[in-house]
């Protein structure tokens, strides 16, 4: 069965970092795109970034330009979320996302179970 485990959430201060992780199992995961997500309480789950296959181009949310980067290791199928400059508008649950294809496609194929992200002013 293919699993998600992400890590690294936690309580940080504005202006701080986190680097969130993300390890799949069950199968190879290069030729999937791979992203994260995140949804605050009462609002809409938001693509954050997503990460191609193979040429490893990238996508973010308008939101977290200049301030996220992602990154993926396909020999260890684990997809990295560096986050830096955090706001407290970056508050919510974090979900590791994987779908088949790039990150053009329409549909997340597996979810992680979620990392709470919390930054105080």
């Known amino acids: 069965q293919v699993q998600l485990v992400e890590s690294g959430g936690g309580l940080v201060q504005a202006g701080g970092s986190l680097r969130l992780s993300c390890a799949a199992s069950?199968?190879?995961?290069?030729?999937?795109?791979m992203g994260w997500f995140r949804q605050a309480p009462g609002k809409e789950r938001e693509r954050v970034s997503c990460?191609?296959?193979?040429?490893?181009?990238?996508s973010y949310a308008d939101s977290v330009k200049g301030r996220f980067t992602i990154s993926r290791d396909n020999a260890k199928n684990t997809v990295y979320l560096q986050m830096n400059s955090l706001k407290p508008e970056d508050t919510a649950v974090y979900y590791c996302?994987?779908?088949?294809?790039?990150?053009?496609?329409?549909?997340?194929?597996?979810w992680g179970q979620g990392t709470q992200v919390t930054v105080s002013s």
């Open positions: 996302a994987v779908g088949v294809g790039s990150c053009d496609g329409l549909y997340t194929d597996y």
């Open positions: 069950g199968r190879t995961f290069s030729r999937d795109r």
């Open positions: 990460i191609n296959t193979k040429d490893y181009t990238t």
